[in-house]
C-alpha cells in the first residue's frame, strides 16, 4: 500500500535559514518542487512511490499542486490539518514530516502515524 507522506509545509520551509521569510509562499513552491521528485524515488526508510501532500498555511497559501505533490491549503492551523489529514486515512501507512513536537509526541502518533524531521526531505544546506 503506498504510504502518504504529509508534509508541513511551515516547518520543513524553516527548517533551513535560507531567507524564507522574505518570500513564504516562494519558499513553499521550492519546497514543493523539491518534493515532486521523492514521489517516484521514495526518502529514506520508505521506498516509493508516495501519494505527498504538502500543508500550508498564512503566507504561503496559493501554492498550487504540481505532479507528485498535492497541496492542501490550511484554512486555520495547518497543524489542525496534518491531524485531519491523518485521521482521514486510518488504514494505510502515513508518514508526517515536522519538527513540531506537539505533532510528533502526540497529534499525529496517538493516530497512528510514523513522524519524521524536515531533514528526511530537506537536507540542510
Not at 535559514?17 to 514521489?39: S, T
Given at each position: 500500500?503506498?504510504?502518504?507522506?504529509?508534509?508541513?509545509?511551515?516547518?520543513?520551509?524553516?527548517?533551513?535559514?535560507?531567507?524564507?521569510?522574505?518570500?513564504?509562499?516562494?519558499?513553499?513552491?521550492?519546497?514543493?518542487?523539491?518534493?515532486a521528485g521523492l514521489a517516484e524515488a521514495g526518502v529514506p526508510g520508505?521506498?516509493?512511490?508516495?501519494?505527498?501532500?504538502?500543508?500550508?498555511?498564512?503566507?504561503?497559501?496559493?501554492?498550487?499542486?504540481?505532479?507528485?505533490?498535492?497541496?492542501?491549503?490550511?484554512?486555520?492551523?495547518?497543524?489542525?490539518?496534518?491531524?485531519?489529514?491523518?485521521?482521514?486515512?486510518?488504514?494505510?501507512?502515513?508518514?508526517?514530516?515536522?519538527?513540531?513536537?506537539?505533532?510528533?509526541?502526540?497529534?499525529?502518533?496517538?493516530?497512528?502515524?510514523?513522524?519524521?524531521?524536515?531533514?528526511?526531505?530537506?537536507?540542510a544546506s
Amino acid at each position: 500500500m503506498t504510504t502518504l507522506l504529509i508534509v508541513d509545509g511551515a516547518n520543513a520551509v524553516g527548517s533551513v535559514p535560507d531567507g524564507w521569510w522574505r518570500d513564504r509562499r516562494g519558499a513553499a513552491e521550492r519546497l514543493r518542487d523539491g518534493l515532486a521528485g521523492l514521489a517516484e524515488a521514495g526518502v529514506p526508510g520508505r521506498p516509493g512511490p508516495l501519494e505527498i501532500v504538502l500543508v500550508v498555511e498564512g503566507a504561503a497559501r496559493g501554492v498550487g499542486s504540481v505532479p507528485g505533490v498535492r497541496v492542501d491549503e490550511a484554512p486555520g492551523s495547518g497543524d489542525d490539518r496534518i491531524v485531519e489529514l491523518v485521521a482521514e486515512s486510518p488504514d494505510r501507512p502515513r508518514l508526517v514530516v515536522t519538527a513540531d513536537r506537539e505533532l510528533r509526541r502526540r497529534r499525529v502518533t496517538e493516530r497512528g502515524a510514523e513522524v519524521t524531521g524536515p531533514r528526511t526531505v530537506r537536507p540542510a544546506s
